[in-house]
């Protein structure tokens, strides 16, 4: 397992360069640079700027001074945000993404793995068309939507909770944002659990221990739980970067200072550092629970050697 | 300066704009449901709260792109910098220009030498007296070219700057000079009436040296930022929030009331709403113009709107066919839309409809076209009739293309609404193209579009601001326009020291530009403003800049 582990780890290297370069190559391609503004620079000027920010050397330079650059961990000065550099905007933002993301995490996977194994026993009943259907529309109704009406309820109406803003942790600014963002995780793991777990409970070996006069407790909890996991696993791979690295939606509506409104506005604003720098680490964690969520299959299943 | 809000400049409105649309529009307008009936009631007394109490919540339209006063660019940073920073005057809660660091100041016959005496009280947050010195070191930071600030050109009224920006001379010969501490004598390369507009500008703030010269570019974190106006830096969060506190080393502190300013950066006006609804701020900075009458309903008076010194305008391109030396064309298009009906239905009525460039200003008489006065039947038929002399007729139609800023579904409602006027009231096929806001910047610097949409705020209330846009060789003149009669006016007005003059030289170049059919004017921004009652010394005002200093919360219940 430790060879496949850094066998997988040094195949991400080239992966990362492709996704370097290919972002590189994408952001210059777009029309408009970050200094373009409608107030317009007078050329002079804007050639001091740029030459500030090493934009006036060739593109190959450019892209060459960036390899280096991230090489020594230094994702560069933010163009839009000037003073501030990259390092600091993520090492900022990440947290507040992570810290909301982990609880919206946390919750998706309670409720959605119980609604889901509930459903399952109840197979045909209301207690499995009810939920579903909840976790139909928690899956098409959007955060956009889900949000706002969160914050209708519980910040305006009954002023329990704080309609935005984040207040260095404070408990009471998590709660909403966490709701908005676990809603259509909580859904999407609720029907996939009752899916498997319908499938797993169909199966002989469970057949097999119902006829041994097992209690449906052990059957489900010793049995039954563990190869129900396995689709989850591979869902939760990508799912659990895109849950942390946060939302713009959500960001933007509840005014939290994430790097998710980063990614757009950066790319709005042709802050090539800033969406390169975001990228990157969208691209690493990815390639790393992908591989967690291979290993933990190799640890659910006992079919799969690594 | 410019406008649409642009995201890199210094208006930060459109990324909202393009940020609830990216929030795939419903973010950027809840539904009906999102608004009480009737707001819970404030109880307001007429004694201010106590000083635990004197907590400001404000909104700004975005996080500001950095808080050094040398760099700054947008609407925001211009307003957390209007708290931090005291230039040599400043501005009071109508607008108007008040001594700053400044009491007094003289200007020489000939408008060029400006000399200013600065108070001995003024000190920094450190408790340092703030000198002359202090001024010409930030001036001189501004225009250098190492520091690379969007806003050297701004100063480019002061002997030198402009050859400092480019290069050209060394940062020592900046047309100001400190006699003594307290003196500051600035060289203006043309009398120029609004200079002390200017002089209220971030950029042209004092700086204080030691703290730059110790922390390099981390010398605008909390900390280390030493400032000297009536707040400092607390804490500064990017996308989160800005705390100041109060400076008590200010030269006016004993009359300020707010003990901390918490400005939360917030570009989806919806979500600006909700959160003053759920009493989290004190006031915002723009609400979704169809929430207008919902918000009026439900908070009465605590809704504020007022006119702003913006002009939303479409522009022609004279340079290629079809507009170019088509004044008759130019003039129909502009005609044939019913100004009325797009303030009225699609900005709900907070904007007002505009005949000319120039937004309402105290003592200059706009321009305003004849054909403005006519019915909007006459109107039409004017339009028509000018528009079939430029050679088009129902058999052969105008056929254009207008581009626009992807921006919302306000602006693209608008747009449709424009170009259905054109097709009702002319015959004239006009297809509308939008594009990412960065795209069109640089499309209409390389002068690609024939017709676009543009929009202007003024960087200071003077007729000039806008004028320039139809300069020759001025950047922004995206449409090429050129014409001798105004140049010649508007370097005459320029040259001269005297106000009334010069409006009334600006009101002859107006004139020119409406014969001629120049720009299509539409409305003036308005500013819209949700204010809590218990807020005191907060004032509407055209620049729309309202500092901290000024206010005061007066003891209430509820929020």
Same mark, same amino acid.
């Given at each position: 397992?430790?060879?496949?582990?850094?066998?997988?780890?040094?195949?991400?290297?080239?992966?990362?360069?492709?996704?370097?370069?290919?972002?590189?190559?994408?952001?210059?391609?777009?029309?408009?640079?970050?200094?373009?503004?409608?107030?317009?620079?007078?050329?002079?000027?804007?050639?001091?700027?740029?030459?500030?920010?090493?934009?006036?050397?060739?593109?190959?330079?450019?892209?060459?001074?960036?390899?280096?650059?991230?090489?020594?961990?230094?994702?560069?000065?933010?163009?839009?945000?000037?003073?501030?550099?990259?390092?600091?905007?993520?090492?900022?933002?990440?947290?507040?993404?992570?810290?909301?993301?982990?609880?919206?995490?946390?919750?998706?996977?309670?409720?959605?793995?119980?609604?889901?194994?509930?459903?399952?026993?109840?197979?045909?009943?209301?207690?499995?068309?009810?939920?579903?259907?909840?976790?139909?529309?928690?899956?098409?109704?959007?955060?956009?939507?889900?949000?706002?009406?969160?914050?209708?309820?519980?910040?305006?109406?009954?002023?329990?909770?704080?309609?935005?803003?984040?207040?260095?942790?404070?408990?009471?600014?998590?709660?909403?944002?966490?709701?908005?963002?676990?809603?259509?995780?909580?859904?999407?793991?609720?029907?996939?659990?009752?899916?498997?777990?319908?499938?797993?409970?169909?199966?002989?070996?469970?057949?097999?221990?119902?006829?041994?006069?097992?209690?449906?407790?052990?059957?489900?909890?010793?049995?039954?739980?563990?190869?129900?996991?396995?689709?989850?696993?591979?869902?939760?791979?990508?799912?659990?970067?895109?849950?942390?690295?946060?939302?713009?939606?959500?960001?933007?509506?509840?005014?939290?200072?994430?790097?998710?409104?980063?990614?757009?506005?950066?790319?709005?604003?042709?802050?090539?550092?800033?969406?390169?720098?975001?990228?990157?680490?969208?691209?690493?964690?990815?390639?790393?629970?992908?591989?967690?969520?291979?290993?933990?299959?190799?640890?659910?299943?006992?079919?799969?050697?690594? | 300066?410019?406008?649409?809000?642009?995201?890199?400049?210094?208006?930060?409105?459109?990324?909202?704009?393009?940020?609830?649309?990216?929030?795939?529009?419903?973010?950027?307008?809840?539904?009906?449901?999102?608004?009480?009936?009737?707001?819970?009631?404030?109880?307001?007394?007429?004694?201010?709260?106590?000083?635990?109490?004197?907590?400001?919540?404000?909104?700004?339209?975005?996080?500001?792109?950095?808080?050094?006063?040398?760099?700054?660019?947008? $609407?925001? =940073?211009? &307003?957390?910098?209007?708290?931090?920073?005291?230039? #040599?005057?400043?501005?009071?809660?109508? *607008? !108007? +220009?008040?001594?700053?660091?400044?009491?007094?100041?003289?200007?020489?016959?000939?408008?060029?030498?400006?000399?200013?005496?600065?108070?001995?009280?003024?000190?920094?947050?450190?408790?340092?007296?703030?000198?002359?010195?202090?001024?010409?070191?930030?001036?001189?930071?501004?225009?250098?070219?190492?520091?690379?600030?969007?806003?050297?050109?701004?100063?480019?009224?002061?002997?030198?700057?402009?050859?400092?920006?480019?290069?050209?001379?060394?940062?020592?010969?900046?047309?100001?000079?400190?006699?003594?501490?307290?003196?500051?004598?600035?060289?203006?390369?043309?009398?120029?009436?609004?200079?002390?507009?200017?002089?209220?500008?971030?950029?042209?703030?004092?700086?204080?040296?030691?703290?730059?010269?110790?922390?390099?570019?981390?010398? $605008?974190? =909390?900390? &280390?930022?030493?400032?000297?106006?009536?707040?400092? #830096?607390?804490?500064?969060?990017?996308? *989160? !929030? +800005?705390?100041?506190?109060?400076?008590?080393?200010?030269?006016?502190?004993?009359?300020?009331?707010?003990?901390?300013?918490?400005?939360?950066?917030?570009?989806?006006?919806?979500?600006?709403?909700?959160?003053?609804?759920?009493?989290?701020?004190?006031?915002?900075?723009?609400?979704?113009?169809?929430?207008?009458?919902?918000?009026?309903?439900?908070?009465?008076?605590?809704?504020?709107?007022?006119?702003?010194?913006?002009?939303?305008?479409?522009?022609?391109?004279?340079?290629?066919?079809?507009?170019?030396?088509?004044?008759?064309?130019?003039?129909?298009?502009?005609?044939?839309?019913?100004?009325?009906?797009?303030?009225?239905?699609?900005?709900?009525?907070?904007?007002?409809?505009?005949?000319?460039?120039?937004?309402?200003?105290?003592?200059?008489?706009? =321009?305003?076209?004849?054909?403005?006065?006519?019915?909007?039947?006459?109107?039409?038929?004017?339009?028509?009739?000018?528009?079939?002399?430029?050679?088009?007729?129902?058999?052969?139609?105008?056929?254009?293309?207008?581009?626009?800023?992807?921006?919302?579904?306000?602006?693209?409602?608008?747009?449709?609404?424009?170009?259905?006027?054109?097709?009702?009231?002319?015959?004239?096929?006009?297809?509308?193209?939008?594009?990412?806001?960065?795209?069109?910047?640089?499309?209409?610097?390389?002068?690609?579009?024939?017709?676009?949409?543009?929009?202007?705020?003024?960087?200071?209330?003077?007729?000039?601001?806008?004028?320039?846009?139809?300069?020759?060789?001025?950047?922004?003149?995206?449409?090429?326009?050129?014409?001798?009669?105004?140049?010649?006016?508007?370097?005459?007005?320029?040259?001269?020291?005297?106000?009334?003059?010069?409006?009334?030289?600006?009101?002859?170049?107006?004139?020119?530009?409406?014969?001629?059919?120049?720009?299509?004017?539409?409305?003036?921004?308005?500013?819209?403003?949700?204010?809590?009652?218990?807020?005191?010394?907060?004032?509407?005002?055209?620049?729309?800049?309202?500092?901290?200093?000024?206010?005061?919360?007066?003891?209430?219940?509820?929020?």
């Amino acid at each position: 397992m430790l060879r496949y582990t850094l066998r997988r780890l040094l195949g991400a290297i080239p992966t990362m360069l492709v996704i370097i370069s290919l972002a590189f190559v994408l952001l210059h391609a777009a029309p408009g640079g970050p200094f373009d503004a409608q107030k317009a620079l007078p050329p002079e000027i804007k050639k001091s700027i740029e030459h500030t920010y090493h934009l006036d050397e060739p593109l190959y330079e450019q892209y060459g001074r960036y390899l280096v650059q991230i090489l020594h961990g230094d994702f560069g000065p933010s163009y839009q945000y000037r003073g501030t550099r990259v390092n600091d905007l993520i090492a900022e933002g990440f947290p507040v993404d992570v810290g909301i993301g982990s609880i919206a995490l946390a919750l998706a996977l309670i409720f959605g793995t119980a609604i889901g194994i509930l459903a399952a026993l109840r197979q045909n009943s209301v207690w499995d068309y009810l939920p579903m259907g909840i976790a139909m529309l928690g899956i098409s109704i959007p955060s956009f939507v889900i949000a706002p009406v969160l914050i209708l309820i519980f910040a305006v109406t009954l002023h329990w909770l704080p309609a935005g803003a984040w207040s260095g942790g404070d408990p009471s600014h998590l709660v909403l944002p966490a709701l908005a963002l676990a809603a259509p995780y909580t859904a999407y793991v609720a029907r996939l659990m009752r899916g498997s777990m319908v499938e797993v409970l169909g199966s002989p070996f469970i057949r097999t221990a119902h006829a041994k006069g097992l209690p449906l407790r052990t059957i489900v909890l010793r049995h039954a739980i563990k190869p129900a996991l396995m689709p989850l696993v591979s869902f939760l791979g990508p799912a659990v970067v895109g849950i942390i690295t946060g939302s713009i939606v959500i960001e933007t509506i509840f005014g939290l200072p994430g790097i998710g409104r980063y990614f757009v506005d950066g790319a709005l604003n042709r802050d090539y550092t800033v969406v390169l720098g975001v990228t990157i680490l969208y691209g690493a964690l990815i390639l790393l629970f992908n591989l967690l969520a291979d290993l933990a299959y190799a640890l659910l299943d006992p079919r799969i050697r690594l | 300066m410019f406008s649409l809000h642009a995201p890199a400049g210094r208006r930060a409105l459109l990324p909202a704009l393009l940020l609830s649309l990216l929030a795939f529009a419903a973010c950027g307008r809840h539904d009906d449901a999102s608004l009480p009936q009737a707001a819970p009631a404030i109880k307001v007394g007429t004694q201010p709260a106590p000083d635990a109490e004197q907590v400001l919540s404000r909104q700004i339209l975005g996080s500001p792109r950095t808080l050094d006063p040398s760099l700054s660019t947008g $609407i925001p =940073a211009q &307003h957390v910098l209007d708290d931090l920073f005291e230039g #040599l005057v400043t501005i009071d809660e109508a *607008g !108007h +220009i008040a001594p700053g660091v400044a009491t007094s100041w003289e200007i020489s016959a000939d408008g060029l030498t400006w000399t200013f005496h600065l108070r001995d009280d003024a000190q920094w947050s450190n408790g340092q007296p703030v000198t002359a010195q202090d001024f010409i070191y930030g001036w001189r930071r501004t225009v250098a070219p190492a520091t690379a600030s969007e806003y050297a050109q701004a100063l480019a009224p002061i002997v030198n700057a402009y050859d400092i920006s480019t290069g050209k001379k060394p940062v020592d010969q900046l047309g100001a000079e400190a006699p003594d501490p307290h003196t500051l004598v600035v060289h203006l390369v043309a009398p120029t009436p609004y200079f002390l507009e200017l002089l209220t500008m971030a950029y042209l703030a004092p700086l204080y040296k030691p703290a730059i010269d110790q922390w390099g570019d981390a010398w $605008i974190q =909390a900390g &280390h930022m030493i400032s000297n106006g009536p707040f400092l #830096l607390s804490e500064s969060v990017i996308n *989160g !929030h +800005i705390t100041l506190l109060k400076n008590p080393h200010y030269w006016d502190a004993a009359n300020v009331r707010i003990q901390k300013v918490v400005y939360y950066p917030i570009n989806d006006p919806s979500a600006a709403t909700s959160r003053y609804l759920a009493g989290e701020l004190d006031w915002t900075n723009r609400f979704v113009a169809s929430d207008t009458e919902r918000l009026t309903k439900a908070l009465g008076d605590q809704v504020v709107h007022g006119p702003y010194f913006g002009t939303v305008m479409l522009g022609f391109n004279n340079a290629v066919p079809p507009f170019k030396d088509n004044p008759k064309l130019r003039r129909a298009m502009s005609m044939a839309i019913d100004r009325k009906i797009i303030t009225r239905y699609i900005e709900h009525g907070i904007a007002t409809p505009a005949y000319n460039m120039i937004p309402p200003l105290a003592g200059y008489t706009p =321009a305003i076209p004849d054909w403005a006065k006519l019915s909007d039947d006459d109107r039409h038929a004017l339009a028509r009739k000018l528009y079939h002399e430029a050679g088009y007729s129902d058999k052969h139609p105008l056929n254009v293309v207008l581009t626009y800023p992807t921006s919302g579904p306000s602006v693209r409602r608008f747009m449709d609404a424009i170009a259905a006027m054109w097709r009702i009231n002319l015959g004239a096929n006009v297809q509308l193209y939008d594009v990412q806001w960065k795209v069109l910047l640089q499309r209409l610097q390389m002068k690609q579009p024939i017709f676009f949409w543009n929009a202007w705020i003024g960087d200071y209330p003077d007729p000039f601001t806008f004028m320039q846009l139809f300069q020759k060789g001025f950047a922004q003149n995206y449409g090429d326009y050129y014409d001798p009669k105004f140049e010649a006016l508007l370097a005459r007005a320029q040259a001269s020291p005297d106000n009334a003059e010069r409006y009334r030289l600006f009101h002859q170049a107006e004139q020119i530009l409406n014969d001629d059919g120049a720009y299509i004017p539409f409305y003036y921004y308005p500013t819209t403003h949700l204010v809590k009652p218990y807020l005191k010394g907060w004032k509407d005002n055209v620049l729309d800049r309202n500092l901290s200093r000024y206010m005061v919360v007066l003891q209430h219940e509820g929020h």
